[in-house]
């Protein structure tokens, strides 16, 4: 019986026992996860110190860069049209070039057929030799039938200005304009007492308003009249300008006839002569615009029509894409344009190749801005070099454009910046001065851990009860570390110490204030992390949030650190 009793209660222990194992083991996982409680309760300060880097505030040199993301195009593209030939109204008889085609400079692209252009060039060559001819005659003497000639031409000239100075047609505008003026103070009077009558109800709505609308129709036919004489007065006064230079033209050439030739008539078919050479030129220039050459060595990126058809505005499209020197569009956010000017380095790189690094300039900068979903940047216009020829029109680009470098200034390593409430700043190594308190901190966590022993060896004393009171006081242990409050931070070996920032490069920043030369910061891992993060780093990782979003990792130990906030 006793040994049946001893048996019952050692299964009964050990039942017990495993349930309290199971028990704990959830505990440590859940504690692990969440990284902020499993420091203080499962790992010693030097695993804690094992899970970041310290490092000694130097000197050295920052570059500062701004970063954007471009695409390449072409520096320079041609659109190519047969405008020039644009009277023939002919059509396109060849296309000698694909897209993909590289040509030279001069080289044949497309021809339009030319019947039209060949007919005008053959007038002009008329119009010249008519000329050159009436140069002749202006070299010999007058007849006595040419000099009769020339005085009926004085006479006629003569006719037509006194005819222009008394035209028809202006005084009938005249006329018209003062009939209209007539009208409308009629119609303004009539209006006007129409209106008071209206107002003392002597007459009805429909006399008033008739006579309203006899107010407005009499304005717009003065209007009207006023227009008309205005353009009376202006072509009386072209005619007239007309006829007294047909007048005087002919009494010239009477008199030059009867002095004999004249040098003045001379140099007048002489510039006859030379305009009927323009327009031979000009007609050359139209036969010549039926054949589309190429204005520059490049590649064809767009043929447009076919063989037959009327051609467009844009027949072929041809730009420098496959030359040694493109460009990149950037877009560079409102608070980085400042610093962008002309002529800074640029450097470019791409994901096709991840390898390779493209170097360039600032060749503009866009004065006008552009907001999409509230965000405001600047197009900023960079050369890039292609000499290998690896880069194609519309890659994206990621640029880096070189503002400056400071020499011999405070440097910090980029991932040690830290940002607590919109605050720059690092963690940095508790020193000397502090030491007791790190001496008194470390004694209140012996004796923390001790008090953690006692709670275990309660829980094994006094069974299931006990285990359940001892939960209860580490999630209020966990709940009073949470709020941030003087327990969670006395096992903290470093601060977080507000700093100003002058140049920002991708790996190490400067530091104006807030340091000094060989302080010695923490800089937290974190490799393997992703996510958004519930910490508030700026750069590198949260001390203490492995596990929680990309904020840094766990040391090797599989404790986590605590990160004071």
């Known amino acids: 019986m006793k040994e049946a009793s001893k048996r019952q209660n050692f299964f009964s222990k050990a039942g017990k026992n495993k349930k309290r194992i199971i028990i704990t083991g959830l505990a440590v996982l859940l504690l692990g996860s969440g990284g902020i409680a499993g420091y203080k309760v499962f790992m010693a300060p030097a695993q804690a110190e094992a899970a970041y880097t310290v490092i000694k505030v130097g000197r050295g040199d920052v570059s500062e860069t701004v970063l954007a ?6 520096s320079k593209r041609s659109t190519l049209s047969f405008a020039d030939a644009e009277n023939a109204k002919d059509v396109i008889s060849s296309i000698d070039v694909q897209v993909g085609d590289q040509v030279k400079k001069g080289d044949v692209l497309a021809t339009m057929d030319d019947s039209v252009a060949r007919m005008q060039l053959i007038n002009a060559e008329a119009n010249l030799l008519s000329a050159q001819a009436k140069l002749e005659e202006a070299l010999k003497s007058k007849s006595a039938g040419e000099m009769r000639t020339l005085q009926a031409n004085v006479n006629q000239a003569k006719t037509e200005l006194e005819m222009a100075n008394k035209t028809i047609d202006l005084e009938k505008a005249r006329n018209d304009e003062a009939k ?6 009629k119609a303004n009077k009539n209006f006007t007492s129409q209106k008071a009558l209206f107002d003392a109800g002597a007459i009805s709505r429909t006399e008033y308003e008739s006579a309203q609308t006899d107010l407005e129709q009499a304005k717009r036919d003065y209007q009207t009249a006023a227009l008309a004489l205005e353009q009376a007065n202006g072509q009386a006064k072209y005619k007239i300008e007309q006829a007294q230079a047909s007048y005087e033209t002919a009494v010239e050439n009477l008199e030059e006839a009867q002095k004999g030739p004249d040098s003045a008539n001379i140099l007048s078919a002489r510039a006859s002569v030379e305009q ?18 190429a204005p520059m060595d490049g590649v064809i990126v ?12 844009q027949v072929i499209v041809m ?6 020197n493109l460009e990149v569009l950037a877009q560079i956010s409102e608070s980085d344009i400042g610093k962008v000017k002309e ?9 096709t190749y991840p390898d390779k690094n493209f170097q360039g300039t600032v060749k503009l900068v866009y004065p006008e801005a552009t907001t999409n ?14 000499k290998e020829g690896l880069l194609k029109i519309g890659m994206t680009m990621n640029v880096t454009i070189e503002i400056g470098t400071h020499t011999n200034v405070l440097v910090i390593p980029a991932a040690a910046l830290q940002s607590r409430n919109g605050t720059d700043g690092v963690f940095l190594m508790n020193t000397s001065a502090s030491a007791p308190n790190q001496a008194g901190n470390q004694g209140e966590q012996r004796q923390g851990e001790q008090r953690q022993g006692e709670q275990r060896q309660g829980e094994q004393r006094q069974g299931d009860g006990q285990g359940q009171r001892s939960q209860s006081n580490r999630q209020q242990q966990q709940e009073g570390r949470g709020t941030g409050n003087a327990e969670g931070r006395v096992n903290m070996p470093y601060r977080f110490q507000p700093v100003k920032i002058g140049f920002f490069a991708s790996d190490r920043v400067e530091i104006i204030e807030g340091l000094a030369e060989g302080d010695q910061i923490v800089i937290m891992p974190t490799a393997g992390s992703s996510g958004s993060g519930q910490g508030n780093m700026r750069m590198g990782g949260m001390p203490g949030m492995g596990g929680m979003g990309g904020m840094g990792g766990f040391p090797s130990g599989g404790g986590g650190m605590r990160i004071v906030r």
Not at 343 to 351: C, D, H, M, R, Y
Request: proline share 1%; hydrophobic share 30%; net charge negative.
């Open 69 to 74: 993301s471009g695409t390449v195009q072409a």
């Open 180 to 185: 209209s003026k007539e009208n409308l103070d």
């Open 276 to 293: 009927a050479k323009a327009q031979l030129q000009t007609s050359q220039s139209a036969l010549n615009a039926v054949t589309l050459k």
């Open 302 to 313: 767009a043929v447009n029509g076919n063989v037959g058809e009327i051609p467009t505005n």
């Open 319 to 324: 730009d420098n894409s496959n030359s040694g």
């Open 343 to 351: 002529g800074l380095s640029v450097s470019f790189s791409t994901n």
């Open 373 to 386: 979903s509230g965000v405001t940047t600047y197009d900023v216009l960079l050369s890039v070099d292609n």
